[in-house]
């Protein structure tokens, strides 16, 4: 029976020294591990894979079924501190351990020491503790790595001290305040319970500090809470009004376990004075509403901003949004305000003002023929210097007859021509690039009825013609639609957008068509080595007839449309209507030939056939002799009938 009170009487000293100050300053190691299998008959071995966070360097397992019978393995026999009884000790979050008073004799200590080796060895931290010396207090090791000391005998205490250097130094604590800051209660220079000695406190999970039992002049068995955090809020709120640096520490919780520490730093910053030191823009026009920025010092929430004029009424800006204490966005309206240079005034709610002289101005309405010339960029910014180049200037001011041109020192101007504006901020233009000088060139506009001139530096830049290797050229065909028959001088080449590579150098014909939609012919001058563009646009057709186009081979043919004669190939018959037709060629000495075709309203048709000799060449030849022929007859037929008709005049003379 003794031996069990015994075992039982060191697991619990071992988790009222060990674990339970271990969980209230737990490291910042999140705790995680899986095992498998998690079932199974005895024996069952299972594995155990530890996932801690945070880089741990020492584990310990308890796996359920151990019994508190392993030995005790002596550290030191004789540790640095001399022989005592009743004094306190604490597990700190970085696996030290720190010894605090005690008695010894008659003899009472107010010595800290600290080991760093499981007990090992020991530092003396301080040789007298700002506390008194006495024995059977009782202390804690707090989430935020202090120590908390309460009571014990040595004179009766109910005071409470606190040290954040592991035993070194020590405060009495008498203003229990913010959580991270300080520790302790406050009646009268001690704490609410009585003064006693031999009492158990512990640090609970939520950060607290429990009190319980102990003797003063009589045995107790009461128990005090203190509860230092400055909120118990999830996501609170906390205004600091005193500058300083502030180590703000978080310990989260559940009714299971307790999540390690967490630690930020929070900076206050002497309050700034109120200051405005710009506005942007600094200028607006009276008939706008218009966002603005105002920086400066000082600015507070409920901040008030204004324009002032003597004279006038104050424009207040709205929708004031601030920026930390540095930034305000707000828009003022300026509509038919007078047209000045106004005050900019910043207000904060204690009624401190500061204020811009003359910080924004407002101009009167300015007509867009009005505005200052100014050029801001050209469209495309570079050439080749062996083409002409369509640009787009723009900018703001352009006059009517405003001249364009790039320049370069020592190279003469290369001056626009069909100079187009649009509106006072569009110039469209071209440039003449062949054989000028490479480099990065200017760009000047001039408006003609006074003279002003804006100019853009290296706004254009202007590149050699790349070398030709090839005789040929190419064009590049697309349509719009996509799926529309493409023609070079006259052959079908594909359909939608195609490359046609190694045209000769010279002038060609492209015709792009599809049904319902106008054909788009254009002329395409290629040059060797050259890429041509070509962006057909078929527009669609409007109208329920078509076009035929009749060619055959040879040409010559008579062609009849439904019967009707359209005329000799190649010829183009036009208001074909709608719906079937039968197109015929024939020509002396060939094959009749007939098409049927489907006509649709717009569509251009053409339609090529190759005729067939009628007996090849000697049949030609048989037909021209059979003429001969018939013509000798017929002859011969004539001058006998005439013989005839002579003898019988003859015979009737007699």
């Given at each position: 029976?003794?031996?069990?009170?015994?075992?039982?009487?060191?697991?619990?000293?071992?988790?009222?020294?060990?674990?339970?100050p271990?969980?209230?300053?737990?490291?910042?190691?999140?705790?995680?591990?899986?095992?498998?299998?998690?079932?199974?008959?005895?024996?069952?071995?299972v594995?155990?894979?530890?996932q801690?966070?945070?880089?741990?360097?020492?584990?310990?397992?308890?796996?359920g079924?151990?019994?508190f019978?392993?030995?005790?393995?002596?550290?030191?026999?004789?540790?640095?501190?001399?022989?005592?009884?009743?004094?306190?000790?604490?597990a700190?979050?970085?696996?030290?351990?720190v010894?605090?008073?005690?008695?010894?004799?008659?003899?009472?200590?107010?010595?800290?020491?600290?080991?760093?080796?499981?007990?090992?060895?020991?530092?003396?931290?301080?040789?007298?503790?700002?506390?008194s010396?006495?024995?059977?207090?009782?202390?804690?090791?707090?989430?935020?790595?202090?120590i908390?000391?309460?009571?014990?005998?040595?004179?009766?205490?109910?005071?409470?001290w606190?040290?954040?250097?592991?035993?070194?130094?020590?405060?009495?604590?008498?203003?229990?305040?913010?959580?991270?800051?300080?520790?302790?209660?406050?009646?009268?220079?001690?704490?609410?319970?009585?003064a006693?000695g031999?009492?158990?406190?512990?640090?609970?999970p939520?950060?607290s500090?429990?009190?319980?039992?102990?003797?003063?002049?009589s045995?107790?068995?009461?128990?005090?809470?203190?509860?230092?955090?400055?909120s118990?809020?999830?996501?609170?709120?906390?205004?600091?009004?005193?500058?300083?640096?502030?180590?703000?520490q978080?310990?989260?919780?559940?009714?299971?376990?307790?999540?390690?520490?967490?630690?930020?730093?929070?900076?206050?910053?002497?309050?700034?004075?109120?200051?405005?030191?710009?506005i942007?823009?600094?200028?607006?026009?009276?008939?706008?509403?218009?966002?603005?920025t105002?920086?400066?010092?000082?600015?507070?929430?409920?901040?008030?901003?204004?324009?002032?004029?003597?004279?006038?009424?104050?424009?207040?800006?709205?929708?004031?949004?601030?920026t930390?204490?540095?930034?305000?966005?707000?828009?003022?309206?300026?509509?038919?305000?007078?047209?000045?240079q106004?005050?900019?005034?910043?207000?904060?709610?204690?009624?401190?003002?500061?204020?811009?002289?003359?910080?924004?101005?407002i101009?009167?309405?300015?007509?867009?023929?009005?505005?200052?010339?100014?050029?801001?960029?050209?469209?495309p910014?570079?050439?080749?210097?062996?083409l002409?180049?369509?640009?787009?200037?723009?900018?703001?001011?352009?006059?009517p007859?405003?001249?364009?041109?790039?320049?370069?020192?020592g190279q003469?101007?290369?001056?626009?021509?069909?100079?187009?504006?649009?509106?006072?901020?569009?110039?469209?233009?071209?440039?003449?690039?062949?054989?000028?000088?490479?480099g990065?060139?200017?760009?000047?506009?001039?408006?003609?009825?006074?003279g002003t001139?804006?100019?853009?530096?290296?706004?254009?830049?202007?590149?050699?013609?790349?070398?030709?290797?090839n005789?040929?050229?190419?064009?590049?065909?697309s349509?719009?639609?996509?799926?529309a028959?493409?023609?070079?001088?006259?052959?079908?080449?594909?359909?939608?957008?195609?490359?046609?590579?190694?045209?000769?150098?010279?002038?060609?014909?492209?015709?792009?068509?599809?049904?319902m939609?106008?054909?788009?012919?254009t002329?395409v001058?290629?040059?060797?080595?050259?890429?041509?563009?070509?962006?057909?646009?078929?527009?669609?057709?409007?109208?329920?007839?078509?076009?035929?186009?009749?060619s055959?081979?040879?040409?010559?043919?008579?062609?009849?449309?439904?019967?009707?004669?359209?005329?000799?190939?190649?010829?183009?018959?036009?208001?074909?209507?709608s719906?079937?037709?039968?197109v015929?060629?024939?020509?002396?000495?060939?094959?009749?030939?007939?098409?049927?075709?489907?006509?649709?309203?717009?569509?251009?048709?053409?339609?090529?056939?190759?005729?067939?000799?009628?007996?090849?060449?000697?049949?030609?030849?048989?037909?021209?002799?059979?003429?001969?022929?018939?013509?000798?007859?017929?002859?011969?037929?004539?001058?006998?009938?005439?013989?005839?008709?002579?003898?019988?005049?003859?015979?009737?003379?007699?």
């Amino acid at each position: 029976m003794g031996n069990n009170l015994n075992k039982r009487l060191l697991v619990l000293l071992f988790y009222a020294i060990v674990i339970i100050p271990v969980v209230g300053a737990a490291e910042s190691s999140i705790t995680s591990f899986i095992a498998a299998p998690t079932t199974g008959p005895a024996p069952l071995t299972v594995t155990f894979t530890d996932q801690l966070t945070g880089s741990p360097t020492g584990w310990a397992w308890f796996f359920g079924d151990e019994n508190f019978t392993a030995p005790w393995t002596q550290q030191t026999a004789s540790a640095g501190w001399s022989q005592r009884y009743m004094h306190s000790g604490v597990a700190m979050p970085d696996g030290s351990i720190v010894l605090m008073g005690g008695i010894t004799g008659g003899s009472l200590y107010n010595d800290v020491w600290r080991s760093t080796d499981n007990g090992a060895t020991w530092t003396q931290q301080t040789a007298s503790a700002g506390w008194s010396a006495r024995n059977a207090q009782s202390s804690v090791a707090m989430p935020d790595g202090s120590i908390v000391l309460m009571g014990g005998y040595g004179g009766g205490h109910n005071d409470v001290w606190r040290s954040t250097d592991n035993g070194a130094h020590w405060t009495e604590i008498t203003h229990p305040i913010v959580f991270s800051d300080y520790w302790g209660w406050q009646i009268g220079g001690g704490a609410e319970w009585s003064a006693r000695g031999g009492h158990s406190s512990v640090a609970m999970p939520d950060g607290s500090i429990v009190l319980m039992g102990g003797y003063g002049g009589s045995y107790k068995n009461d128990v005090w809470q203190f509860m230092p955090a400055g909120s118990s809020a999830q996501n609170p709120a906390h205004t600091y009004t005193i500058p300083g640096v502030y180590t703000v520490q978080m310990v989260s919780h559940n009714s299971t376990t307790s999540n390690p520490i967490s630690k930020i730093t929070i900076t206050v910053l002497p309050q700034r004075p109120l200051s405005v030191t710009a506005i942007s823009p600094s200028a607006g026009i009276n008939s706008l509403n218009i966002s603005t920025t105002v920086a400066g010092t000082g600015f507070k929430p409920g901040v008030v901003v204004k324009l002032t004029l003597m004279g006038q009424p104050d424009i207040v800006a709205s929708y004031v949004t601030l920026t930390g204490d540095s930034s305000i966005t707000c828009a003022l309206n300026l509509t038919e305000k007078v047209a000045e240079q106004w005050n900019v005034v910043v207000t904060n709610p204690d009624g401190t003002s500061a204020t811009l002289q003359s910080g924004f101005t407002i101009t009167g309405v300015v007509p867009p023929t009005l505005q200052p010339l100014s050029v801001t960029a050209i469209s495309p910014s570079a050439g080749i210097n062996s083409l002409n180049i369509s640009a787009t200037v723009t900018g703001t001011g352009f006059r009517p007859g405003a001249a364009v041109k790039l320049t370069l020192t020592g190279q003469p101007d290369i001056v626009a021509s069909g100079v187009t504006l649009t509106g006072d901020s569009t110039i469209a233009c071209t440039f003449d690039l062949n054989g000028k000088t490479t480099g990065t060139w200017d760009l000047a506009v001039t408006n003609p009825s006074d003279g002003t001139t804006s100019v853009r530096s290296t706004a254009f830049t202007l590149t050699a013609a790349p070398i030709i290797t090839n005789t040929n050229g190419t064009i590049i065909v697309s349509s719009t639609p996509q799926d529309a028959l493409v023609y070079l001088d006259g052959s079908v080449e594909g359909t939608g957008s195609v490359t046609l590579q190694e045209v000769s150098p010279g002038y060609h014909s492209v015709r792009v068509t599809k049904t319902m939609y106008n054909d788009y012919v254009t002329d395409v001058r290629v040059a060797a080595g050259s890429t041509n563009y070509v962006n057909a646009v078929l527009t669609p057709v409007s109208g329920t007839s078509g076009t035929i186009i009749a060619s055959s081979n040879p040409a010559g043919a008579n062609v009849y449309l439904d019967g009707m004669d359209k005329g000799i190939s190649p010829v183009t018959i036009t208001g074909v209507s709608s719906g079937s037709h039968t197109v015929s060629f024939t020509k002396t000495g060939y094959t009749a030939t007939s098409r049927m075709i489907t006509m649709t309203a717009g569509q251009t048709m053409d339609i090529t056939v190759d005729l067939t000799k009628t007996g090849g060449d000697w049949g030609d030849l048989l037909n021209t002799t059979t003429l001969i022929i018939v013509g000798i007859v017929v002859l011969i037929i004539v001058i006998i009938g005439f013989l005839l008709r002579k003898k019988k005049n003859r015979w009737d003379n007699y």
